[in-house]
């Protein structure tokens, strides 16, 4: 009898080791989206980028082992607008032929209780590269879960709008980002 209780237990705490927790990997691209919000003289707008890959790692048991990198096509981008659009992948805005993606990478992912996180990664711009803060959310239901964050950069110091468009009076400076990743889970080996 000992011996039947010394295997079910030892089984139970298999079941609820690291060992068996999961990894959440794989991104699904037509569930996520990366989004946008400005002001265009006074006005909100909001728009969206249509292609984007997203690689991530995270396994909620080893926060501190995480890792992302969004990539995003920047001709891909949706303003609602045809005309809009032609005119921020141009030479002034994005300049989409010589640079057409912008990217981050994740740097560290710090827990800050619950299901909220803080991200901290390099945003990679039109040739220019600087840090971001993000505070995330990550929730999850069985082997799905979904990451929900939203950072705000200021677009004159990636160059975006040149000219005559960096006059903040007509397209704000403030350019909010906001993301949504659905991701998959696979048992971690780690």
Same mark, same amino acid.
């Given at each position: ?27 699904? !691209?037509?569930? %996520?989206? /990366?989004?946008?919000?400005? +002001?265009?003289? &006074? ?39 045809v005309e809009a659009n032609d005119e921020v992948i141009g030479k002034l805005w994005f300049n989409a032929k010589t640079f !057409?993606?912008? %990217?981050? /990478?994740?740097?560290?992912? +710090?827990?800050? &209780? ?5 991200a901290r990664g390099k945003l990679s711009i039109k040739g220019r590269t600087l840090g971001v803060v993000a505070p995330v ?54």
């Amino acid at each position: 009898m000992n011996i039947l209780k010394f295997y079910a237990v030892f089984g139970l705490a298999l079941a609820c080791s690291p060992l068996s927790a999961l990894e959440f990997k794989q991104v699904l !691209p037509n569930e %996520s989206a /990366v989004t946008f919000a400005y +002001k265009q003289m &006074g006005v909100p707008l909001e728009g969206k980028f249509n292609k984007f890959a997203a690689q991530m790692s995270f396994d909620p048991v080893k926060v501190g082992t995480a890792q992302a990198r969004i990539d995003i096509d920047v001709a891909s981008i949706d303003t609602g607008s045809v005309e809009a659009n032609d005119e921020v992948i141009g030479k002034l805005w994005f300049n989409a032929k010589t640079f !057409p993606t912008a %990217s981050f /990478v994740s740097t560290g992912l +710090k827990a800050l &209780g619950g299901n909220r996180y803080e991200a901290r990664g390099k945003l990679s711009i039109k040739g220019r590269t600087l840090g971001v803060v993000a505070p995330v959310t990550f929730q999850a239901a069985g082997n799905r879960g979904a990451f929900d964050g939203s950072f705000t950069i200021k677009r004159l110091d990636f160059a975006i709008g040149e000219g005559e468009w960096t006059d903040v009076g007509t397209v704000a400076n403030e350019i909010q980002i906001k993301f949504h990743l659905v991701v998959n889970a696979v048992p971690s080996k780690k």
